[in-house]
């Protein structure tokens, strides 16, 4: 349609998944398949990448249409409703080489650092953790911190991380253990938007039938690991 573009928000520095890329403009995996969907069903969209925080709020807000990934939580479920799950990610531990952190269970009462308002940050809190919990806008930053030599961990996801990681350059960080959270990553719109709720969930259905959804997903996973999770 030729109506106002509906508008779609995201995160800003979730690189390979939604990012700015060096033209400015919205890149990854999440964005690319939003554009099939919207092409699938014939849906003008228009994307608006800000910190997740703001991408977040905005939608509770509605100010925008839609996220293009939000990782499912029954909390956020009464807040926001989820599209058919299209991709799992797994959040990791980043410690500094040497830090006597090896799994979960040595995280009780450490300083952790975390994304504000991302999956990681709702589980923290919810499993009282610890109350040293150190917030930042983005993983960059949270690696910067680490590796700067202050606090004790930082929680992120582990194929974004390691992306910040390897951009950013710093030798003495690592990832421990087997994932601490898995989470499905969903488009999400505002509550009670069934309208294009139905549209989105139609879309992917059309394009993981075209065959679409694998070739986006090898072109964004192939530098790690073909699988459903990035």
């Known amino acids: 349609s030729t109506d ?4 779609i928000g995201g995160n800003k520095d979730f690189a390979p998944l939604e990012f700015l890329n060096s033209e400015g403009n919205p890149d990854g995996f999440s964005i690319e398949l939003m554009k099939a969907v919207a092409r699938g069903k014939g849906l003008n969209i228009k994307f608006d990448l800000s ?16 996220v293009s990934g939000m990782l499912y939580a029954k909390e956020r479920d009464k807040v926001f409703d989820f ?3 299209y991709v799992n990610i797994s959040y990791m531990i980043f410690i500094r080489t040497g830090t006597p952190i090896n799994s979960i269970d040595d995280l009780k009462g450490k300083e952790i650092i975390v994304v504000e308002d991302v999956s990681a940050h709702d589980w923290l809190i919810k499993n009282r953790i610890t109350d040293s919990i150190i917030t930042v806008n983005g993983s960059s930053e949270a690696l910067k911190l680490l590796a700067s030599g202050k606090h004790d961990c930082a929680i992120l996801p582990r194929l974004h991380g390691l992306e910040r990681l390897k951009d950013a350059g710093f030798s003495n960080i690592e990832t421990i253990g087997p994932p601490i959270l898995e989470k499905p990553l969903c ?3 505002a509550e009670d938007n069934d309208d294009l709720l139905a549209e989105l969930n139609e879309g992917l259905f059309i394009v993981q039938r075209s065959g679409e959804y694998d070739e986006i997903l090898l072109k964004w996973a192939s530098v790690y690991e073909h699988q459903k999770r990035l």
Do not use: Q
């Not at 991408?55 to 839609?66: E, F, N, P, T, Y």
């Open 83 to 85: 599209s058919a799950p």
């Open 4 to 7: 106002n573009p509906l508008l």
């Open 51 to 66: 910190l997740w925080s703001n991408a977040r709020s905005d939608l509770k807000d509605g100010k925008i249409d839609a």
């Open 187 to 189: 488009f999400a719109v």
